[in-house]
């Protein structure tokens, strides 16, 4: 699980993106399952709940194609904080 703040007004970036970061890791092998919630109670706020078949295949995907591109894609500063918690 990541949840992730962005940046006030960076928002519509940050989801088109998210989006064709989703639809990218989905096609992953090992993926079971990948989606992005927005919170509702705190704008500004997401979390990204991942299912993975393994742990190893996940440390790759976070080090894999998918990431790299989402990163450089978002404009500087898009992420105010993040906070990655793997989960069994």
């Known amino acids: ?41 705190q704008r500004g706020v997401y979390v990204f709940v991942e299912e993975w078949a393994s742990r190893q295949i996940w440390e790759q995907h976070m080090s894999g194609e998918a990431i790299r591109v989402f990163n450089r894609q978002l404009p500087p500063g898009t992420i105010a904080n993040i906070e990655i918690d793997p989960l069994e």
């Open 1 to 41: 699980m990541a949840r992730v703040t962005i940046t006030p007004g960076k928002e519509d970036a940050f989801e088109t993106y998210a989006a064709e970061l989703s639809v990218a890791t989905r096609a992953e092998v090992g993926c079971l399952s990948y989606h992005l919630h927005r919170n509702l109670n």
